[in-house]
Nanobody, 124 residues
């Protein structure tokens, strides 16, 4: 699966932003999807994951209640709705496809492919 992330940009604290990830070249609907982020000077961290059918979602504690992951299997798309953004959310955000059929992406999941990343900058 090839992934193309988009939707990043500059936003003020407490603002909102929606990231999109378009998938192509594989059976998107059979695999869990996730969003990860990497802040400057830090390791890549798990943000949110969703199961292959959208029935299960998982979030990092730092974004729980503020972010929402969703997917549209008919359109081969996955989204990350980000609300109440904080400066510490500033990072490059990556979408990722899981390796396990009919699975869900969580922090420790093996990843089959990564998108190219989209930069989110939250100003205070």
């Amino acid at each position: 699966v090839q992934l193309q992330a988009s939707g990043g940009g500059l936003v003020q604290a407490r603002g909102s932003l929606t990231l999109s990830c378009a998938a192509s070249g594989g059976d998107f609907s059979m695999y869990g999807m996730g969003w990860f982020r990497q802040a400057p000077g830090k390791e890549r961290d798990f943000v949110a994951g969703i199961s292959w059918n959208g029935g299960t979602t998982v979030y990092a504690d730092s974004v729980k209640g503020r972010f929402a992951i969703s997917r549209d299997n008919a359109k081969n798309m996955v989204y990350l709705q980000m609300n109440s953004l904080k400066p510490e959310d500033t990072a490059v955000y990556y979408c990722a496809a899981g390796k396990i059929p009919r699975g869900v992406v969580i922090k420790q999941s093996p990843i089959a492919s990564w998108g190219q990343g989209t930069l989110v900058t939250v100003s205070s």
